[in-house]
């Protein structure tokens, strides 16, 4: 299967299934001689893992990484850099229903119909699992460029919406919460709203806005290398992702010129930033902000309509363990995703 690598200078391969004997990926490119802090990689795990609060899935990985690679002494060697993430809690029974049909807005359909076999335990290769080796590799990436800082979190969840610029959030409260949203009054109608769809058997989905502050000016290419392009690409790889906006977005869309121009300072950086820090596709130094659309989560805990491998229409009911809204699991792999552009760009 291809379309497993991202990257150029800074690449990413990542490997593995949801419920086979382990994930894992390989980081080439790395510079050596960094001197990697591996309790920070553990923190940026533990952000990510599944059964971290009551409004995700429940299914237990402790998502302990093991680097086989690339590593001496506490240091990067400038060569590739392996590493495994075992996969202890699998419950591929949990599965063995759906084998002959196909859940509706899941990867089964055309991964059957595009490979002629499919490992239906937990979706396989197409599971958001496989985004713990991003963000294994994003954790790294962040300690190749410790000047940038990345800041991401849950903006919104259904039609609950942080009403605030992210210039007037305070981005240590992000943690504070299992939403990981930093405005606290919004948090908890978040995590009420999300515990009421978990009762039904139903999901929701969410937006989730980054922030990237202290970029240098010049990262990114002109025409099709675009930083902002190659943003998107990153977040529109995430599973669930529906959506990308950078700067002013499609509120652009509504406005005059007049109105949407960033007009500079003497200095060179600009009045306001409805550019999002990008211009021309390179980075302008001013801060890049983006925002994610996420789907509701495909897997309903409830009756619903699926095909079967003969054709027929069936009712048939979500089993396993799932998030009801993906979003806050979601905000370390946007900044891990984020990283590797940054940095692959930077290098």
Same mark, same amino acid.
């Given at each position: 299967?291809?379309?497993?690598?991202?990257?150029?200078? !800074?690449?990413?391969?990542?490997?593995?299934?949801?419920?086979?004997?382990?994930?894992?990926?390989?980081?080439?490119?790395?510079?050596?001689?960094?001197?990697?802090?591996?309790?920070?990689?553990? *923190?940026?795990?533990?952000?990510? *893992?599944?059964?971290?609060?009551?409004?995700?899935?429940?299914?237990?990985?402790?998502?302990?990484?093991?680097?086989?690679?690339?590593?001496?002494?506490?240091?990067?060697?400038?060569?590739?850099?392996?590493?495994?993430?075992?996969?202890?809690?699998?419950?591929?029974?949990?599965?063995?229903?759906?084998?002959?049909?196909?859940?509706?807005?899941?990867?089964?359909?055309?991964?059957?119909?595009?490979?002629?076999?499919?490992?239906?335990?937990?979706?396989?290769?197409?599971?958001?699992?496989?985004?713990?080796?991003?963000?294994?590799?994003?954790?790294?990436?962040?300690?190749?460029?410790?000047?940038?800082?990345?800041?991401?979190?849950?903006?919104?969840?259904?039609?609950?919406?942080?009403?605030?610029?992210? /210039?007037?959030?305070?981005?240590?409260?992000?943690?504070?919460?299992?939403?990981?949203?930093?405005?606290?009054?919004?948090? /908890?109608?978040?995590?009420?709203?999300?515990?009421?769809?978990?009762?039904?058997?139903?999901?929701?989905?969410?937006?989730?806005?980054?922030?990237?502050?202290?970029?240098?000016?010049?990262?990114?290419?002109?025409?099709?290398?675009?930083?902002?392009?190659?943003?998107?690409?990153?977040?529109?790889?995430?599973?669930?992702?529906?959506?990308?906006?950078?700067?002013?977005? !499609?509120?652009?869309?509504?406005? *005059?010129?007049?109105?949407?121009?960033?007009?500079?300072?003497?200095?060179?950086?600009?009045?306001?930033?409805?550019?999002?820090?990008? /211009?021309?596709?390179?980075?302008?130094?001013?801060?890049?902000?983006?925002?994610?659309?996420?789907?509701?989560?495909?897997?309903?805990?409830?009756? /619903?309509?699926?095909?079967?491998?003969?054709?027929?229409?069936?009712?048939?009911?979500?089993?396993?363990?799932?998030?009801?809204?993906?979003?806050?699991?979601?905000?370390?792999?946007?900044?891990?995703?984020?990283?590797?552009?940054?940095?692959?760009?930077?290098?």
């Amino acid at each position: 299967m291809s379309g497993s690598t991202f990257g150029r200078k !800074f690449k990413v391969t990542t490997f593995g299934e949801s419920h086979g004997e382990a994930i894992g990926g390989i980081i080439d490119g790395c510079p050596a001689g960094i001197e990697l802090d591996f309790e920070f990689i553990r *923190k940026e795990m533990q952000r990510r *893992k599944p059964g971290q609060s009551s409004i995700v899935t429940q299914r237990k990985e402790e998502d302990e990484v093991k680097f086989l690679s690339g590593i001496f002494e506490g240091k990067t060697t400038g060569t590739p850099i392996g590493f495994l993430i075992e996969n202890t809690n699998q419950k591929s029974q949990d599965y063995s229903d759906i084998k002959d049909t196909f859940r509706p807005s899941h990867a089964d359909f055309v991964y059957e119909k595009k490979y002629g076999i499919r490992d239906y335990r937990g979706g396989g290769r197409s599971s958001a699992r496989e985004t713990a080796s991003r963000v294994v590799a994003g954790a790294i990436a962040k300690q190749v460029i410790p000047k940038i800082k990345i800041y991401a979190f849950v903006s919104s969840v259904g039609e609950i919406y942080v009403d605030k610029p992210y /210039q007037d959030l305070d981005f240590s409260k992000i943690e504070s919460n299992a939403v990981r949203c930093p405005d606290e009054a919004t948090a /908890q109608k978040m995590e009420a709203y999300i515990k009421e769809i978990k009762k039904q058997g139903d999901t929701v989905g969410g937006t989730i806005t980054c922030v990237i502050q202290n970029v240098p000016i010049g990262l990114g290419e002109p025409v099709f290398d675009k930083l902002h392009a190659e943003l998107g690409k990153a977040m529109l790889s995430i599973n669930a992702v529906k959506g990308f906006e950078y700067g002013s977005g !499609f509120c652009g869309a509504k406005m *005059k010129g007049s109105e949407h121009n960033d007009l500079f300072n003497s200095d060179g950086t600009t009045k306001t930033n409805l550019s999002g820090g990008i /211009q021309g596709g390179i980075s302008n130094g001013m801060d890049i902000y983006f925002r994610v659309a996420f789907k509701p989560v495909a897997t309903l805990i409830q009756k /619903q309509e699926v095909l079967t491998n003969d054709g027929k229409i069936i009712a048939q009911q979500g089993k396993g363990r799932h998030d009801p809204c993906v979003v806050p699991r979601a905000v370390p792999i946007v900044e891990a995703m984020a990283a590797l552009v940054i940095t692959d760009f930077s290098l």
